[in-house]
């Protein structure tokens, strides 16, 4: 592994953060559409929004620091993500048979909005998938003349393409088969952070405020008449997302420069952090300590309990990490010896 990137490890201890951010604040956003405290929590949304799509982002910068070994690889997806998935889930699946009353027992194990409690879990399905072709993103991330092809066909069919069909009712015969949303924001990740053109920092504030303008408006206005909040303008394949999410990439890249040890400390620990949040404490965490919903308890989630979240996350994260550490050594010792 080559040096770290300064602003690399700022970008992911943010989207980390923003991430429990979203999640802490979700009732106000869904529960309450059209009403002024909507439309205040809206003014939060537009950025959390951006956390996820940036973590596919930083992921593809990263690439050329990352040599793969097919086997190593696929054996980290299977006991670091694929197994924990579901042992969550069936987590999940026992909690609802016991405290909700749910009768079946396979039904909804494995993924359901309806029968699972741990539906949230929906994003680990998605990145478990962007695992298991991580080392084909690789190979193009790499070649400079895939990597361009790469991006602006994937632009094409994830931006423009819906865009016509919709506009138009039109159906595109050559179908998407490989430019997913995530592996689209993976490529041009990495597009960004190969970049050497050079752009100035305060026009990309600037723009980044004017673009967050438009973001708000289009957001807010095409759902304040809707009966259920469905994020409208701020989901990974809304173009006003990737411009946003690609303006605070450059801006950061352009702005951060040195390395800050503490920063560098989180960021790693992101992932574990984002792992268990979404595994252990999303649920339980949502309303701590606010449980009004109201403007108390909207900054309340966003000044205290992501915060917090966030903290005590990093805290379990430290620990599994000194125990892996410590019986890692003690039994290198005991097979030395």
């Not at 620091?65 to 026992?94: D, G, W």
């Not at 194990?109 to 084909?136: C, D, Q, T």
């Not at 949303?181 to 190969?194: M, Q, R, S, T």
Request: charged share 10%; with cysteine.
């Amino acid at each position: 592994m080559g040096e770290r990137l300064p602003y690399i490890d700022f970008l992911k201890v943010i989207a980390c953060i923003a991430v429990i951010n979203l999640h802490c604040t979700s009732p106000w956003v869904t529960n309450f559409l059209g009403t002024p405290l909507w439309f205040i929590a809206m003014l939060d949304a537009i950025f959390t929004h951006l956390a996820v799509p940036m973590f596919f982002m930083l992921a593809g910068a990263v690439i050329p620091k990352r040599t793969i070994i097919l086997r190593e690889h696929y054996r980290k997806v299977f006991f670091r993500y694929i197994l924990p998935t579901f042992a969550c889930l069936v987590l999940y699946k026992i909690l609802g048979i016991l405290l909700l009353g749910q009768k079946t027992i396979f039904e909804g194990v494995l993924y359901s909005l309806e029968r699972n409690p741990g539906f949230h879990l929906w994003f680990m399905w998605i990145y478990i998938g962007y695992m298991l072709v991580f080392p084909a993103l690789v190979a193009i991330a790499k070649d400079d003349g895939a990597r361009t092809v790469f991006f602006n066909v994937g632009f094409i069919y994830t931006f423009i393409v819906p865009l016509l069909s919709s506009a138009f009712d039109l159906r595109f015969p050559a179908t998407n088969v490989l430019f997913t949303v995530y592996g689209f924001y993976f490529i041009a990740g990495n597009h960004l952070a190969v970049m050497k053109k050079q752009f100035d920092p305060k026009l990309l504030l600037k723009i980044l405020a004017a673009m967050s303008a438009i973001t708000y408006a289009f957001a807010t206005l095409s759902s304040h008449g809707d009966t259920i909040y469905t994020a409208k303008f701020l989901t990974a394949n809304s173009m006003l997302i990737f411009i946003n999410t690609s303006l605070v990439f450059l801006i950061f890249k352009s702005y951060i420069t040195s390395q800050n040890t503490i920063i560098s400390f989180l960021s790693k620990h992101t992932f574990n952090i984002y792992l268990l949040h979404i595994s252990f404490f999303l649920k339980p965490f949502s309303f701590l300590a606010f449980p009004m919903v109201n403007m108390k308890g909207l900054l309340g989630s966003i000044f205290f309990t992501a915060p917090v979240t966030f903290l005590l996350c990093l805290a379990t994260s430290c620990t599994l990490v000194a125990a892996k550490t410590l019986l890692h050594r003690k039994f290198f010792l005991d097979d030395a010896a």
